[in-house]
């Protein structure tokens, strides 16, 4: 069952239009060659393998070593953006002050709506969310055509534009999250406790802007270009090795595989570096980060299970219908940037 998977996986995911060009190409040279050279006088054996390893091996190893540290930085993100937003509920919803001989507290002879201002706080959170994942799952605006066509600058430019409205959007859920926590301050939670909430809150905007970066820029664009260029039309110019291959097995055959076998092995290491290049789309599903599943429909039910232990007489929570005018909003926007992320 595994062997099958792998191959179903490399077969669907790793080859590409690049790979059959690559093909069609060190097939193409090889049989011609093979048909118009001269066995007597040809010699296809003195080729050497070092610029092949040099110019495509060796640039698109370090590519994916880049590209996989991206994505575990953004997964480090991630994971803390998750413990911290949870930390900064539980010390809206839960954190005394001022306890007192006859067991009152600051909460207690406070007449705030401790609840509402709790569920507040979970409204801002699953909207800074939301408009995070919209945000990330968006298509990428930073390949090689975004730079060098007009047409790609125009696409680049109205994803951008939308990327700059949830952007906004999750600013000012930040805003919401620094009010709230002054209205504690207001109710009497002494100062070196709202610091602290007011510095999770720095520590969740620390790690928003840092998967913005890892969205916005990529890995070195010359160096994706040399790989993907050098990947396809480099295989092809070891045609005399294949043909010297072929005579000294006696089999065509024998000659032409390998010739396919090396095409396929460079350009489906480079499909694997493109592929991880923005981790947050679905193009990437294989390694991917499923940014909804982390971000709203894992991390929402766990907020509301405490919800319901701090406030277990609580009504079921009603989510703020902002958050879905927020996507319908956008659908149009989308519609038009979201295409094929290749």
């Not at 839960?94 to 709790?118: A, I, L, V, Y």
């Not at 730079?147 to 919401?176: H, N, P, R, W």
């Not at 072929?246 to 350009?267: E, K, M, Q, W």
Request: net charge neutral; hydrophobic share 40%; proline share 4%.
């Amino acid at each position: 069952v595994n062997s099958y998977s792998t191959l179903v996986v490399f077969v669907v995911h790793l080859i590409s239009l690049e790979s059959l060009l690559s093909i069609a190409l060190s097939v193409a040279i090889t049989v011609y060659l093979y048909d118009r050279t001269d066995e007597q006088d040809f010699d296809g054996s003195t080729l050497d393998w070092v610029l092949l390893s040099f110019a495509v091996v060796t640039p698109i190893s370090a590519s994916i070593g880049m590209a996989f540290t991206r994505r575990d930085r953004a997964l480090t993100s991630i994971a803390k953006l998750r413990a911290t937003s949870i930390e900064v509920y539980v010390s809206h919803a839960s954190w005394d002050w001022g306890f007192k001989p006859d067991g009152s507290s600051g909460r207690s002879r406070s007449d705030m709506n401790w609840q509402e201002h709790s569920d507040r706080v979970v409204r801002s959170l699953i909207k800074t969310f939301v408009s995070l994942t919209r945000y990330l799952t968006l298509p990428s605006s930073s390949r090689a055509r975004h730079k060098v066509t007009s047409s790609g600058q125009i696409e680049a430019q109205e994803i951008l534009a939308v990327s700059a409205q949830l952007y906004e959007d999750m600013m000012e859920e930040f805003a919401k999250l620094t009010d709230l926590c002054e209205v504690l301050k207001q109710a009497g939670l002494p100062a070196n406790e709202a610091s602290r909430i007011r510095q999770w809150e720095r520590f969740m905007l620390e790690e928003v802007e840092n998967v913005r970066a890892v969205k916005r820029y990529r890995t070195p664009q010359g160096l994706r270009s040399f790989g993907r260029l050098f990947s396809v039309f480099l295989p092809p110019f070891y045609a005399p090795y294949y043909v010297q291959m072929a005579r000294d097995l006696n089999s065509l055959g024998v000659g032409i595989a390998f010739s396919i076998l090396t095409s396929i092995a460079l350009t489906s290491l480079f499909e694997t570096v493109s592929q991880m290049e923005d981790p947050f789309v679905s193009s990437s599903e294989l390694d991917g980060i499923h940014v909804g599943q982390e971000l709203l429909s894992n991390l929402r039910p766990r907020i509301l299970r405490m919800r319901k232990h701090f406030f277990p007489e609580a009504q079921e929570f009603e989510g703020d219908p902002g958050a879905v005018e927020l996507i319908k909003s956008l659908r149009g926007p989308l519609a038009k940037a979201r295409i094929y992320n290749e």
